[in-house]
């Protein structure tokens, strides 16, 4: 056996040519919850299930939750009905003021335009407001 070659490398990945054995290795990670050290690529620790830290691409996650459906309907307390109202009602009380941002008036006449827009968009709000009362079931 002395003319085997010694293979300093794990069985599933091919050698690196020309790099340094100590600069392809990294020390295991160790499983924040059992201390035991995760296999190579693997996600979740085999002794005790826990996952491994999020990737870095998985990083921006916990933002999206703030957007999540089901997620805002049960932290509300509202069906999916009512929640749809409450957002275009929200949504029309933002159109109402931006209308006054978005035209400015120089004649009389275009600010009564203006106000007539802006109360448009309230009267959309009330109406998304009301339904979304009328649909919400009884607790």
């Known amino acids: 056996m002395p003319d085997t070659a010694h293979l300093d490398h794990?069985?599933?990945?091919?050698?690196?040519?020309?790099?340094?054995?100590?600069?392809?290795?990294?020390?295991?990670?160790?499983?924040?919850?059992?201390?035991?050290?995760?296999?190579?690529?693997s996600r979740f620790c085999y002794v005790c299930g826990a996952e491994r830290e999020p990737h870095p691409e998985?990083?921006?996650?916990?933002?999206?939750?703030?957007?999540?459906?089901?997620?805002?309907?049960?932290?509300?307390?509202?069906?999916?009905a009512s929640l749809v109202a409450l957002v275009v009602g929200v949504l029309c009380v933002?159109?109402?003021?931006?209308?006054?941002?978005?035209?400015?008036?120089?004649?009389?006449?275009d600010w009564q335009a203006v106000q007539v827009w802006r109360i448009e968009w309230l009267l959309a709000a009330a109406a998304a407001f009301t339904a979304g009362i009328l649909l919400k079931r009884g607790q």
Do not use: K, M
């Open 10 to 41: 794990e069985f599933w990945r091919p050698p690196v040519q020309g790099v340094q054995v100590d600069e392809v290795r990294t020390p295991p990670e160790p499983c924040p919850r059992c201390n035991t050290d995760f296999i190579v690529g």
């Open 58 to 80: 998985y990083a921006n996650a916990h933002v999206t939750r703030f957007l999540d459906f089901h997620l805002i309907r049960d932290s509300i307390g509202l069906n999916a």
């Open 94 to 109: 933002i159109g109402a003021v931006a209308t006054g941002f978005l035209y400015t008036a120089t004649t009389l006449l």
